[in-house]
């Protein structure tokens, strides 16, 4: 029976696929359907696998010291008992022979499904076997690990994006688009997804700033966060329509449902046909101001989507992104320098701007920092960013030699994150000297950068001055200042109704920041979320915002926005909006 679950819109468009439940713990599992004539070699991996740990705890049975407690002997028969479980077996071999699913991938849709399952078992005693399979199949899968395939791009969900509705219906093969649907991913699982199969997604929890909206919108495919119950309500394999512009998901759609979105979903291809069109026009105001529209990248490859979109230059790439998901082993001075370099020569010359390291909130480390971090009560307000950096001068150091580096191939900017105090200021720039003069004392070769700091938190935009003598630019996070300026968690789907980036503090923080860059003749950018949202560029040109950093999936829209402006009269109009008690109307009624 068709139902809908509603959440936040994060990305645009249509996506209408089968459900795929991943669960978090297991988002970093290999995704990737085998070729047709490889699925009894992928049935024998997990076979061998299973065989493998089967082998494992008999032999654990049987060095079981005589005084062991019962219970874990009991504990093992029932591991045994659920290697041999025929449902376990026989469904990882349909997903393997009729979808193609990797073996992994298989086994973690098989134990999705049973778990559901236990989950709705009325006796206490059988729902906690859960557990005890989900410990099995981590078995195997550490078992498989390392034997598996990498993941793999592969193009056909976006080929069967295209199929008619009808194929929908009666297509069952592998061949059919198929939506994530989780609790939650960390933005780093999100990251791994990023060329992959997925025609759309939806998590449970995540504001619309959340980083892992932040990273769906960057894959430019439909996607809503904040589903709540979603995950639950939703089951492996169920048909599920996403619908990024209105923030619902659709289950088991009734085919006039089906037939109507089918038509929404070609209306937006239209559109962004349409869009595509003004790839190669300049953007320029109806009264010729120039305007800059940079990219948000997470990783050096992301720079072809950046050159291809139009972006001259990228004006924020999150480096984070390389230091994430890594057990705790971060990327040395060259891996960095490396990564670095790729991106400035990706962008053929374009300025490359790079912030230095962010990660805490809600962009842990991995998986073990997160649940350091969960035991803190408030991680935005804790060692994240720059505070972070500071707290380790070597790990900083290391980073900033390798950006000085990369510098002598093109055009960097350093950016630093969150900074609010005059002695972050200095610290941070006595560090960035020294990390130019261990690299003299090297003899290795650097070049010049031009310095700018986020303004992310209600102090700084508040004592500008102070960093207008330090920096040469400023870039204005908006996800942040947002999230700072309101006290509103911006990854708490519960308050996500609040998180408003009209509202008139923020826009005064924000309205201040440009004036006072402008009259004091230094670059100033928007790179958090709102430089990419078509219904706010009217007001920020108004404001006198001539830099706008973002996705770059939203460059043509944004481009389009541009194009129809006139900043003279925005000026005006942009003053009434600041004036007014209800900026977000008068955004509407323009
Ligand atoms: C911001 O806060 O607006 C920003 C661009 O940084 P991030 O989203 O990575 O926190
Ligand atoms: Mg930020």
């Known amino acids: 029976m068709t139902f809908s679950v509603h959440g936040l819109a994060v990305s645009r468009g249509i996506a209408i696929g089968r459900a795929v439940l991943v669960a978090s713990s297991r988002a970093d599992v290999a995704h990737y359907f085998i070729d047709a004539a490889k699925t009894d070699e992928e049935i024998m991996r997990v076979r061998d696998a299973r065989n493998a740990v089967t082998e494992e705890i008999l032999r654990l049975q049987k060095d079981l010291p005589k005084d062991a407690p019962h219970e874990l002997a009991a504990l093992l028969d029932v591991h045994l008992m659920l290697l041999q479980d025929e449902q376990l077996i026989s469904g990882v071999k349909r997903w393997i022979t009729e979808r193609h699913y990797n073996a992994e991938w298989a086994l973690t849709t098989q134990y999705e499904t049973i778990a559901r399952q236990f989950d709705d078992m009325e006796d206490e005693y059988l729902r906690e076997r859960k557990a005890d399979l989900e410990q099995v199949v981590e078995r195997i899968l550490r078992r498989m690990k390392g034997v598996g395939s990498p993941i793999q791009p592969v193009g056909q969900a976006g080929a069967s994006r295209k199929q008619s509705q009808q194929d929908l219906l009666l297509d069952d093969t592998m061949d059919v688009p198929l939506v994530l649907v989780a609790h939650d991913i960390s933005p780093a699982d999100m990251l791994q997804f990023k060329q992959s199969l997925f025609a759309g997604f939806a998590t449970d929890v995540g504001g619309k700033t959340s980083h892992t909206a932040i990273v769906a919108r960057s894959m430019d495919i439909p996607a809503v966060v904040g589903a709540r119950s979603g995950s639950q309500l939703i089951k492996q394999d169920d048909w599920v329509i996403i619908d990024g512009d209105a923030g619902v998901l659709i289950v088991d759609p009734s085919p006039i449902i089906l037939a109507e979105y089918g038509f929404k979903q070609r209306q937006g291809e239209l559109e962004r046909e349409r869009l595509n069109r003004l790839k190669h026009t300049p953007a320029v105001t109806m009264d010729g101001q120039h305007i800059e529209l940079l990219a948000n990248i997470e990783m050096p490859e992301d720079t072809l989507g950046a050159v291809k979109a139009g972006a001259v230059g990228v004006g924020l790439f999150r480096s984070e992104f390389l230091f994430m998901g890594r057990n705790g082993k971060l990327p040395d001075e060259e891996e960095q320098y490396l990564a670095y370099r790729k991106a400035i020569e990706g962008m053929h010359g374009l300025p490359v701007t790079i912030r230095t390291v962010d990660v805490g909130s809600d962009k842990p480390l991995d998986k073990l920092a997160e649940k350091a971090q969960d035991s803190h009560l408030n991680p935005a307000m804790g060692l994240r960013a720059i505070r972070w950096s500071l707290a380790d001068p070597p790990m900083f150091l290391t980073q900033l030699r390798a950006i000085l580096r990369s510098a002598a191939h093109g055009q960097v900017n350093l950016l630093?994150?969150?900074?609010?105090?005059?002695?972050?200021?200095?610290?941070?720039?006595?560090?960035?000297?020294?990390?130019?003069?261990?690299?003299?004392?090297?003899?290795?070769?650097?070049?010049?950068?031009?310095?700018?700091?986020?303004?992310?938190?209600?102090?700084?935009?508040?004592?500008?001055?102070?960093?207008?003598?330090?920096?040469?630019?400023?870039?204005?996070?908006?996800?942040?200042?947002?999230?700072?300026?309101?006290?509103?968690?911006?990854?708490?789907?519960?308050?996500?109704?609040?998180?408003?980036?009209?509202?008139?503090?923020?826009?005064?923080?924000?309205?201040?920041?440009?004036?006072?860059?402008?009259?004091?003749?230094?670059g100033v950018s928007v790179c958090g979320e709102m430089a990419g949202d078509p219904s706010m560029t009217r007001l920020l040109l108004g404001l006198g915002l001539r830099s706008f950093s973002m996705h770059p999936s939203q460059i043509l829209a944004i481009k389009q926005q541009i194009l129809r402006a006139d900043t003279g009269k925005l000026a005006s109009w942009a003053e009434q909006v600041m004036a007014s008690e209800d900026p977000a109307a008068m955004l509407q009624s323009y």
């Open 416 to 522: 630093v994150p969150m900074l609010a105090h005059a002695s972050e200021i200095r610290q941070t720039m006595r560090l960035i000297d020294h990390a130019r003069a261990i690299l003299d004392s090297r003899g290795v070769p650097y070049g010049p950068v031009r310095l700018g700091a986020m303004i992310e938190i209600p102090a700084a935009a508040l004592t500008l001055k102070v960093f207008l003598k330090y920096f040469d630019f400023l870039s204005i996070g908006t996800n942040d200042l947002i999230q700072y300026t309101l006290a509103i968690d911006r990854a708490d789907e519960s308050v996500a109704h609040l998180y408003d980036p009209c509202h008139p503090a923020v826009l005064r923080l924000v309205a201040d920041t440009i004036a006072e860059c402008d009259a004091q003749g230094k």
